[in-house]
T-cell receptor, first 115, second 113 residues
């Protein structure tokens, strides 16, 4: 069974630009969550999508947005990039049923560097 | 607000020297506690899920336990390949009724041959 894939793996942008990251979850998984990981803050929750709907959102500015497609693939967009947005962006998928407690499986991440 | 605190931040062990990592948490409506292992430059790798106090799970040299306030990851006779950052996370109900996961900042383990 293929794991979670993320593209691109590495990205270099300059301040003010925007970026789109992509995530393909494990086949059959309907929930996709995004996290930002930095050395100082650890893993910070961005948002979660389930069946094309954003169900939960972390404390990030509106410059961070996302969406999920009918095949469960998800994209994350960051507009007007700032130096502080440099981080490893991780996508995690889980099956998630209403009455179940599902562990998340992570992709390898996209390393974003903002210059 | 849900909080997860891991200690120590870093741990250096000799090969074969057993030890424990701690994860203390405050959360309303705990639905599950997860342990992950993360190698440099990679995404976290799932290890265990614990659902209720008193539960224990084992995998090779690792054993995870859970109480009402904390979880321990015991490492027995570690090997250099166990070197990694170990992350703890809790899953709780959000105000919207859906899953919300909060991660600790991790314990960086180094096992010296």
């Amino acid at each position: 069974k293929a794991g979670v894939t993320q593209t691109p793996r590495y990205l270099i942008k300059t301040r003010g630009q925007q970026v789109t990251l992509s995530c393909s979850p494990i086949s059959g998984h309907r929930s996709v969550s995004w996290y930002q990981q930095t050395p100082g803050q650890g893993l910070q929750f961005l948002f979660e999508y389930f069946s094309e709907t954003q169900r939960n959102k972390g404390n990030f500015p509106g410059r961070f947005s996302g969406r999920q497609f009918s095949n469960s693939r998800s994209e994350m967009n960051v507009s007007t990039l700032e130096l502080g947005d440099s981080a490893l962006y991780l996508c995690a998928s889980s099956f998630f049923g209403e009455a179940s407690y599902n562990e998340q499986f992570f992709g390898p991440g996209t390393r974003l560097t903002v210059l | 607000e849900d909080q997860v605190t891991q200690s120590p931040e870093a741990l250096r062990l000799q090969e074969g020297e057993s030890s424990s990592l701690n994860c203390s948490y405050t959360v309303s409506g705990l639905r599950g506690l997860f342990w992950y292992r993360q190698d440099p430059g990679k995404g976290p790798e799932f290890l265990f899920t614990l659902y209720s106090a008193g539960e224990e799970k084992e995998k090779e040299r690792l054993k995870a336990t859970l109480t009402k306030k904390e979880s321990f990851l015991h490492i027995t006779a570690p090997k250099p390949e166990d070197s990694a950052t170990y992350l703890c996370a809790v899953q709780a109900r959000s105000s919207g009724g859906y899953q919300k996961v909060t991660f600790g900042t991790g314990t960086k383990l180094q096992v010296i041959p």
